[in-house]
C-alpha cells in the first residue's frame, strides 16, 4: 500500500503563486510515477501533470504549461507543484496520484492510489 498526503491549498488571487506539497509513505519502492490531477465543482477530474518517480521525465498538460512545474525531493518522497501566475479557471480540488504499474498515465484510471486532496481557490 502506498500513502499520500498533500497540502499547501488555499485562497489567493489572480496571478498569486502557491505550492502544493505531497508526501508519499508505506511501499513506495513500488511507485512507477507520481502525477497530479485536480477536480473543479461539477466537472470530471482532469490531468494535470505526471513525472517519473526516479527520474526527470514529465508531461504537463496544455492549460498549465509554462505555468506550473513540478518538482520532487527523493530523500523526502515528496513531490511538489509549483503554480504561478494563477487564473480563476485553476480554482479545482488538486490530487495527488501514485502509479504501481507500468504506463505513463493520463487519466484518472490509470492512478493506483490517491490522496485526500488539497483545495485550490483563485480570486479574480
Known amino acids: 500500500q502506498v500513502q499520500l498526503v498533500e497540502s499547501g491549498g488555499g485562497l489567493v488571487q489572480a496571478g498569486d503563486s502557491l505550492r502544493l506539497s505531497c508526501a508519499a509513505s508505506?511501499?513506495?519502492?513500488?511507485?512507477?510515477?507520481m502525477a497530479w490531477f485536480r477536480q473543479a465543482p461539477g466537472k470530471e477530474r482532469e490531468f494535470v501533470v505526471i513525472?517519473?518517480?526516479?527520474?526527470?521525465?514529465?508531461i504537463y498538460a496544455d492549460s498549465v504549461k509554462d505555468r506550473f512545474t513540478i518538482s520532487r525531493s527523493d530523500a523526502k518522497n515528496t513531490v511538489y507543484l509549483q503554480m504561478n501566475s494563477l487564473k480563476p479557471d485553476d480554482t479545482a480540488v488538486y490530487y495527488c496520484g501514485a502509479r504501481t504499474r507500468v504506463g505513463v498515465p493520463t487519466t484518472p484510471a490509470g492512478i493506483d492510489y490517491w490522496g485526500q486532496g488539497t483545495h485550490v481557490t483563485v480570486s479574480s
Open positions: 508505506g511501499r513506495t519502492s513500488l511507485i512507477t510515477h
Open positions: 513525472v517519473r518517480w526516479r527520474g526527470v521525465s514529465t
